[in-house]
């Protein structure tokens, strides 16, 4: 079971309802991963996200780094032979992490000093993909 109030079943399917996409679509060829322009600062590779997703197996995916690596730059699911939008199910598990109070930055605890000197629209994109 999930550390979550949701079993590892419907932690999969939240993230398949949120993204749209069928998981099992993919077939782990591994492009996905290959043009990343972030794979170097991941801790999980993109193909295996989904993989360990395919399994049912959360608590690895929950505890990577990935998903707030990805910058939804699309690279991945242009590069995908299913069609499978792997940007939007990155999407997705950040979405769930925010709404399970579990954002990675905490942006109202940084020093005010950082946040003055950030543009309005890096503010806005880490309210949106980083915070909670």
């Known amino acids: ?3 979550f109030k949701k079993t590892n079943e419907e932690f999969v399917h939240e993230v ?6 069928n998981l ?5 060829c591994g492009k996905c991963s290959a043009g990343c322009a972030f794979a170097n600062f991941m801790d999980m ?12 197996k959360v608590e690895p995916v929950i505890d990577a780094n990935t998903y707030w690596y990805c910058a939804a730059c ?3 699911t242009t590069r995908c ?30 020093p005010v000093e950082i946040i ?17």
């Open 81 to 110: 032979p299913k069609s499978v939008d792997l940007a939007s199910i990155m999407e997705a598990l950040r979405n769930i992490m925010i709404r399970e109070n579990r954002p990675y930055i905490q942006v109202f605890s940084l």
């Open 45 to 56: 590779l993109p193909h295996q996200v989904i993989r360990f997703l395919q399994l049912k």
């Open 116 to 132: 003055e000197g950030f543009p309005q629209q890096a503010a806005v994109s880490a309210l949106r993909k980083l915070s909670g």
């Open 24 to 28: 099992f679509s993919c077939y782990q």
């Open 1 to 3: 079971m999930s550390m």
């Open 16 to 21: 398949e309802l949120l993204s749209g996409q």
């Open 74 to 76: 699309l690279t991945c």
